[in-house]
């Protein structure tokens, strides 16, 4: 008996532990309705805006309804509110692959609400349950370098000798999904790449901005502006940023280079920027 208990025991910290890592929202609707009301939209946006650095492994999404009407009806009615909440996440530019559940499951029962006020109950009840399970963290172990070559940082870059055509990539300006400004780190160090160009006088470049897009991750749509041109903005972002602190517009121009150049490896590293040398002054 000891040793089951210790077994149920073992199970159940199990479960604990995985449920803590959920995230959960709920949306709630009107009678009848399965459109989401305003302040609903307004609540899940914000829930979704603090999903961009989770590591998602499957989204949930189940809808219920109060206990007036027909069970059929209130099947179908669930579902359509559930539905409605994907849409949501669609357009959000959360992966449909991501969404592994999306189920109307009928009416809440009453007696597992924890209000007396049947009209508080059923306004409960009519609503739709999220569930975001990340990604288990795998920690890896690093191995010791036997022997390592510092990288020439941007500014670095920008100092030494360069070429016609010489791509250098901004490595540590990082982009917020969905969202054509950079983080306050990657504006630190933007600063410093700035005050290198404003030295470099000699060349011209054209600042190309991209978007990340694999099966886990879309941001190809502008947040701010709702406007299908995120590569381009990051671009112009840089290239305003640029021009603020001292360097020529002249010697610039930027330009959106979609999706088309993923690196293959960290989707945050596609949401990215670089430039491209188009011109090199002789030097006398």
């Not at 399970?133 to 920008?158: F, H, L, S, Y």
């Amino acid at each position: 008996m000891n040793k089951l208990f210790k077994i149920i025991l073992i199970i159940l910290c199990f479960n604990i532990a995985s449920s803590q890592n959920k995230l959960t929202h709920d949306v709630y609707f009107d009678t009848d309705k399965y459109d989401v009301p305003p302040t609903e939209e307004n609540r899940l946006l914000l829930f979704i805006s603090t999903l961009t650095d989770v590591d998602i492994e499957s989204i949930s999404i189940y809808g219920f309804c109060d206990d007036i009407g027909a069970d059929d009806y209130n099947l179908k009615l669930s579902q359509q509110r559930a539905d409605a909440i994907k849409s949501i996440f669609s357009n959000n530019e959360i992966s449909e692959s991501l969404i592994t559940n999306v189920d109307g499951k009928g009416e809440v029962l009453l007696k597992i609400v924890n209000e007396k006020n049947l009209v508080k109950i059923r306004g409960l009840n009519r609503k739709v349950e999220i569930i975001v399970q990340p990604k288990p963290k795998v920690i890896v172990e690093e191995k010791p370098i036997a022997q390592t070559v510092k990288k020439k940082d941007v500014p670095e870059q920008i100092k030494s000798e360069l070429k016609v055509g010489d791509k250098i990539v901004f490595e540590n300006i990082l982009f917020k999904t969905g969202y054509a400004t950079v983080t306050p780190d990657s504006k630190k160090t933007l600063t410093s790449i700035a005050k290198a160009l404003v030295e470099r006088d000699d060349i011209y470049f054209t600042i190309q901005g991209h978007v990340c897009c694999t099966k886990f991750s879309r941001d190809a749509v502008d947040r701010k502006t709702k406007k299908r041109n995120l590569s381009e903005a990051r671009a112009k972002y840089v290239y305003n940023y640029f021009a603020k602190k001292g360097v020529d517009k002249k010697r610039m121009r930027y330009m959106g280079m979609r999706r088309k150049f993923p690196l293959g490896g960290d989707p945050k590293f596609d949401r990215r920027v670089e430039i491209l040398i188009t011109y090199v002054g002789n030097e006398n």
